[in-house]
């Protein structure tokens, strides 16, 4: 079974920064597809920010230019970079990751954006 375990949530004032990881139990060498979500209170979980096997990445358009998506293939993490947080970013945020036709979730972690 795999695991997934994200960190780096809190509270920040709007305008902050803050860096989510997601460490994985498995090689993410070998995963297709990584992705981070969120999901706010009364919402819909949305995707926020994707990447490929080959660095193709993709941006919801409310995150567009303020968060980075990457990995680190040595360490087996991926990493959610947020800067410019607004209130609206505020969410339990997920990672996701796929292997082959199996995908595997995070437990969450909380991000709290307000002054």
């Known amino acids: 079974q795999v695991q997934l375990v994200e960190s780096g949530g809190g509270l920040v004032q709007p305008g902050g920064s803050l860096r989510l990881s997601c460490a994985a139990s498995?090689?993410?060498?070998?995963?297709?597809?990584m992705g981070w979500y969120r999901q706010a209170p009364g919402k819909q979980r949305e995707a926020v920010a994707t990447?490929?096997?080959?660095?193709?990445?993709n941006y919801a358009d409310s995150v567009k230019g303020r968060f980075t998506i990457s990995r680190d293939s040595a360490k087996n993490l991926v990493y959610l970079q947020m800067s410019s947080l607004k209130p609206d970013d505020s969410a339990v945020y997920y990672c996701?990751?796929?292997?082959?036709?199996?995908?595997?979730w995070g437990q969450g972690t909380q991000v709290t954006v307000s002054s």
């Open positions: 996701k990751l796929d292997w082959g036709i199996m995908g595997y």
């Open positions: 990447i490929t096997s080959t660095g193709s990445t």
């Open positions: 498995r090689s993410i060498s070998s995963s297709n597809f």
